[in-house]
């Protein structure tokens, strides 16, 4: 709840690097730790509005109004009480600046999926891992078959004497070889081509895995001729 009567609900997304969730025994996240990492001295009351600063912060922010806390948020649930505990601490002068009982916690906390003894949970982010870097692999190994086709190494005649362990096929790269396997041509190009358009489409059929594992698509085709609500 807000105390803006203009926004009367206010939501916010926290990243998972600044939360620390406790299970209870039926595995349910209903206690949350936070971290507020160099917060506005100004924002506190914003934030809390119940909340008090202890003498020190007073003094620290008529000095500089621009100056910056490390506190601690917690929401810690009390079952035989049914309610939650409301708690933000100072973490240099370990004094609390709020402590209050709320019938209901703020945080909403969704999890995916989860295996056991696992508190945080996964996404579908992480099924779908694999074939994310396998679809990483092969954009790469394309756009390096892109760059052979588009600037393809050459082969050169040269009197010396061939090493294939002391070269590498690069893009416009000069590759010295003996004259007699030139044909009597002192430069031609080394043919590396090779079908584009197959890793392209394995690189669509691993898009649209990805998308189906995060349901990354409408209930109907876009384009169908007959769209209805």
Do not use: H
Not at 34 to 62: C, H, V, Y
Not at 81 to 104: A, C, F, H
Not at 140 to 153: D, F, G, H
Request: proline share 8%; no cysteine.
């Amino acid at each position: 709840p807000s105390v803006d009567k203009r926004a009367p609900v206010r939501f916010k997304s926290v990243g998972v690097d600044l939360i620390f969730p406790e299970a209870d025994i039926f595995d349910d996240l209903n206690t949350i730790w936070r971290d507020f990492n160099n917060i506005l001295g100004s924002e506190i009351k914003r934030m809390w509005p119940k909340a008090e600063l202890t003498q020190t912060m007073r003094l620290a922010m008529e000095a500089d109004p621009m100056v910056k806390f490390q506190l601690i948020e917690g929401v810690v649930y009390y079952p035989e009480k049914g309610l939650w505990r409301v708690v933000v601490m100072d973490i240099n002068s370990n004094e609390y600046l709020l402590n209050q009982w709320t019938p209901s916690s703020p945080w909403v906390v969704a999890r995916w999926s989860k295996s056991t003894n696992e508190v945080g949970g996964r996404g579908p982010v992480i099924e779908a891992l694999p074939t994310i870097r396998s679809l990483n692999a092969l954009v790469e190994e394309i756009m390096r078959n892109v760059a052979l086709s588009t600037s393809p190494p050459w082969v050169a005649a040269s009197d010396g004497v061939f090493n294939p362990y002391l070269f590498k096929i690069e893009p416009n790269k000069v590759i010295p070889v003996s004259r007699q396997s030139m044909n009597g041509l002192p430069l031609q190009r080394l043919d590396v081509a090779s079908d584009i358009n197959l890793g392209n489409l394995e690189v669509n059929d691993m898009r649209q895995q990805i998308k189906d594992a995060l349901f990354d698509n409408p209930v109907r085709p876009v384009n169908a001729p007959q769209q209805t609500a």
